[in-house]
């Protein structure tokens, strides 16, 4: 510890965001500096435990609890309040391929489980790390380091998300030589086109891929496996090859009216907007436009504060988001203990946005949408709905019931569709005939992530499932661990 009693002397504290209202007239990222000062003085406020869950990494009844990819908390927190910078990189190096994502976009599991929020409120562990990584490449400590030698094996990674980019990472430091095939236009998968801008601003996504390029990982865009370049040719072009491909297929909502013009899929309304933007400052209209619209966005969870996010940024004349699910409660429930991540009530960037700008929670709670209105030239005009309430059935099961004479109509120009998604699509699976599980994701087991066809291994949603980029960096570096013991007998990545 840096300071033993830290923990009870200093307060949490973190960064100041920029004004709601400032910032929703702009792409750039969120949040305000934080002094070096500051941040040893909360790296001082980790409790150095003698079982720390923040990197436990643990399920506890079916809920995670800590940083699943087990990054050293401790130790960088600790090297921080005593203001050893560059030791504290080479911990936060040593599991996590890229925090400067995971310390923008990840939840936060490991202050989820942090001991000093069993009676205060846990370390500010998230900023901390993006002030490492990023200082880091301020000082010039991040640079290419191409392997000192290669294997003379070939590996193709199929995908550019952080699981792809992970395992592609690894593999390139064990010396082996990776393409990594992307069907977009950019490289990055999830982390391009499917975060927006305000959150991950693209420019670091690009620096990290040109930082791989430059250690020798090939990058092939605009080539989807499976439709473009033939599955098969994988096989017999490469010594083994790992699926990365997301889990990209959205749950759709069948209800009446679903065909009617300016219904969207929140990842085609996100993608399209941030390619946009980078192509051309959205001057050139090629994306689905909010500007002056109603705005309906169904689903409650990131991808839908994005949509509410990307919405107002766009002008639109008011936005709604409408939950299925009950509000969560402010403090932590009975069925909800610490260290398990807390399901609590919170006002993420959008909702923020939208309460500073029109002046109430855009969110509304036990919601469902019954069917879709149409005008005379089939575009949306209407959103009708019902209020649910959530009892047990015959099995103890929570499913929502409809409240008679609850309905009511909501004006909509513009449908945003932000529910999840079902699991990964089936041209590349079918086509190298690798074996699904009970949903639809490629078969392999975890700790393993080798398919039933030899020398195809699958890592991140595609394998596991809709789930956070924390697990999908996790993921492919198992998998490109399991990689390189498979072409090599034996492995030295962790």
């Not at 592609?168 to 082996?176: E, I, M, R, S």
């Not at 370049?229 to 790992?242: G, I, S, T, W």
């Not at 699910?325 to 909702?351: C, H, I, S, T």
């Not at 041209?427 to 005939?433: E, P, R, S, V």
Request: aromatic share 8%; proline share 5%.
């Amino acid at each position: 510890m840096g300071k033993p009693t830290g923990f009870m002397e200093y307060q949490r504290e973190l960064p100041d965001d920029r004004a709601p209202l400032e910032r929703i007239n702009d792409w750039d990222e969120l949040h305000c500096p934080f002094s070096e000062e500051k941040l040893k003085i909360q790296g001082s406020r980790c409790m150095g435990c003698g079982t720390p869950f923040c990197h436990s990494g643990t399920v506890i009844n079916g809920m995670i609890s800590g940083c699943p990819n087990h990054n050293l908390i401790p130790e960088w927190n600790d090297l921080v309040s005593r203001g050893l910078w560059k030791e504290a990189l080479t911990r936060l190096l040593k599991t996590n391929n890229f925090p400067e994502f995971t310390s923008r976009v990840c939840p936060a599991l490991c202050e989820g489980a942090c001991a000093a929020g069993l009676y205060s409120d846990p370390v500010t562990t998230k900023i901390i790390e993006n002030a490492i990584i990023e200082r880091a490449y301020e000082e010039g400590w991040i640079a290419p380091c191409p392997p000192s030698g290669r294997t003379g094996k070939k590996v193709a990674v199929v995908g550019s998300g952080p699981s792809g980019l992970a395992c592609a990472d690894q593999l390139n430091k064990a010396g082996h030589r990776v393409t990594v095939f992307e069907r977009a236009d950019r490289v990055g998968g999830l982390l391009m086109y499917g975060i927006p801008n305000m959150k991950l601003d693209k420019r670091i996504v690009q620096r990290r891929v040109d930082l791989m390029a430059a250690e020798g990982v090939t990058f092939v865009t605009s080539t989807e496996v499976g439709k473009d370049y033939p599955a098969k040719k994988l096989l017999q072009e490469f010594d083994a090859a790992v699926l990365c491909g997301g889990s990209t297929k959205p749950r759709d909502l069948p209800i009446e009216g679903r065909n009617l013009k300016g219904i969207h899929f929140a990842v085609e309304f996100l993608g399209a907007s941030t390619k946009s933007l980078l192509d051309s400052g959205l001057a050139d209209g090629n994306y689905i436009s909010a500007a002056g619209k109603d705005v309906i966005v169904i689903g409650g969870g990131d991808t839908g504060t994005d949509c509410v996010g990307t919405a107002l940024r766009h002008k639109c004349n008011s936005v709604n988001q409408l939950e299925i699910m009950p509000r969560l409660p402010l403090e932590r429930a009975a069925n909800n203990p610490w260290p398990q991540f807390p399901r609590v009530f919170k006002v993420d960037y959008g909702q923020a946005e939208a309460e500073a700008l029109y002046g109430a929670d855009p969110r509304h709670y036990c919601v469902t949408a019954q069917k879709f209105a149409g005008d005379e030239y089939g575009y949306v005009k209407e959103v009708h709905t019902i209020q649910v309430e959530w009892i047990k059935d015959d099995q103890g099961r929570l499913a929502p019931r409809e409240i008679p004479g609850t309905g009511k109509v909501w004006s909509a120009q513009l449908v945003l569709l932000a529910m999840g998604f079902t699991g990964p699509e089936n041209t590349l699976l079918d086509q190298l005939g690798v074996e699904r599980d009970g949903f639809s994701n490629a078969k392999a087991e975890y700790g393993k992530f080798a398919t039933n066809v030899k020398g195809v291994f699958a890592a991140g949603d595609m394998r596991r499932g809709q789930s956070l980029v924390i697990w999908a960096i996790n993921e492919g570096r198992g998998a490109a661990r399991e990689c390189d013991r498979y072409l090599m007998g034996s492995t030295m990545l962790k």
